[in-house]
């Protein structure tokens, strides 16, 4: 018997989860982008805004993980929780875990985040927070021979620098969430206690465990209420090496803020342009909701009053959620990325080392119609939509697209 066929399919299960729409026009920090200052490659960095909408639409996921991007996941995230244990056994572990719901009244912005690891310098008492990412392969060089941190990363640094830049300010996020873990943890046995049907506090069960705080509160209420340190921690998955920088922001004389690298001012994107992004992806959110809720009252279905039971208005939202997801192209953000580079943008990249000599080389290949593969972005390479969203921006090219997945799968 081979064991392997069975984990995999678990494995595979366990990484692919199933897509569902968002009621709320939540954001998410692997969902920031900002506008680059160098457009060579593309207008922007990160998250592109289609992409994010169709996460919030719960578009059906039309690339799914494959065994060995499910293994590589896994071993990030092993990776990346034993930097928690050794900052334990090295001393300097404040807390992990740390939830923060960033809302904003004015901009509407709604941003929930994780710390990773805050941590403490054991001589000068001043706190920070770690974010620790794995990375391998020609990436992986960048970072550690090119002495520059992946910008989606430094985006996620310079948003906690600029939502916690003191110590002060990062004890109470630590203690509001250690506070809320306790109140959740009451509550659930107050229920337990009553006889409570479980699926009536099912919402308090996961939030609880959802909710994954570890504190040092010794630790915690010794250290300095002064300006923090926001440090990206790397280690790389296949050659084992690390590299950290020390990131920071810092603000031009016409106001606007732009990160820092060691102290060195890096002006790839402004901050600002990272929160304007945020809104625009929630107003198309907003829009989406605003035309699915039309639709749905057009077919009759009104909104049920603030007192009707909850499972009427349940209902109500997952109509809405339904049309939400259905909603025509009229509603989408824009493509940001190309998912194909024509042979002089090809050259042009290779020539700015912006891909690698190998990818380069597998492009100048000649090819068959069979074995046909274009090159573009990675982001497109990688996004979870890339067949429902080049199928209808090149609908030529709908065949094509689905072949190429169907060889992909056949290949895992
Ligand atoms: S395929 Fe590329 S352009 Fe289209 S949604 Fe995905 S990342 Fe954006």
């Known amino acids: 018997m081979k064991l392997f066929p069975i984990l995999n399919q ?21 969902e920031a982008s900002a506008v680059l200052s160098d457009q060579r490659e593309s207008n922007i960095v990160g998250k592109c805004h289609r992409a994010a909408f169709g996460r919030m639409m719960g578009w059906p996921v039309t690339n799914t993980v494959d065994a060995v991007a499910a293994r590589r996941f896994i071993a990030g995230r092993l990776m990346e929780g ?68 992946k910008l989606e990363g430094l985006m996620q640094l310079v948003i906690y620098r600029n939502e916690f830049p003191t110590g002060a300010i990062l004890k109470q996020v630590i203690i509001d969430g250690w506070r809320r873990k306790q109140e959740l943890a009451e509550a659930i046995q107050e229920k337990v206690a009553e006889g409570a049907d479980p699926f009536s506090y099912k919402s308090l069960t996961r939030e609880f465990e959802r909710n994954r705080i570890e504190v040092d509160l010794e630790k915690l209420a010794a250290a300095d209420d002064g300006p923090i340190f926001t440090n990206m921690l790397y280690e790389t998955r296949d050659s084992c090496e690390d590299r950290e920088f020390e990131i920071g922001i810092f603000e031009d004389d016409n106001g606007l803020h732009w990160p820092t690298i060691d102290g060195i001012p890096a002006k790839f994107f402004t901050v600002e342009s990272i929160y304007e992004r945020y809104q625009v992806l929630q107003r198309y959110h907003e829009a989406a909701k605003l ?82 593969k274009p090159m573009g972005h990675w982001a497109c390479a990688f996004c979870n939509f890339k067949q429902k969203c080049v199928a209808t921006e090149f609908p030529e090219m709908a065949h094509l697209v689905a072949d190429l997945a169907s060889q992909e799968e056949e290949a895992a």
Do not use: C
């Open 82 to 149: 034993d930097i928690t244990r050794l900052a334990k056994d090295a001393g300097v572990f404040v807390a992990s875990g740390v939830r923060v719901q960033v809302q904003d009244e004015e901009t509407g912005l709604h941003l929930p985040l994780e710390l990773d690891l805050v941590a403490v310098n054991p001589e000068t008492g001043q706190l920070g927070i770690g974010e620790n990412k794995t990375i391998y392969g020609y990436g992986a060089k960048k970072v550690i021979e090119g002495g520059q941190p």
């Open 291 to 372: 035309e699915a809720r039309r639709r749905v009252a057009r077919d009759g279905y009104m909104e049920p009053s603030e007192n009707a039971r909850s499972g009427d208005i349940w209902k109500y939202k997952e109509r809405v959620l339904a049309e939400m997801k259905n909603l025509p192209y009229e509603f989408w953000p824009p493509a940001e990325y190309e998912w194909r580079y024509d042979e002089e943008k090809i050259e042009m990249l290779f020539q700015a080392k912006l891909i690698s000599k190998s990818a380069y080389e597998a492009s100048q290949r000649k090819k068959t119609a069979k074995t046909y």
């Open 10 to 30: 678990t494995m595979l299960a366990q990484e692919n989860r199933d897509s569902y729409g968002s009621w709320e026009s939540k954001v998410w920090p692997s």
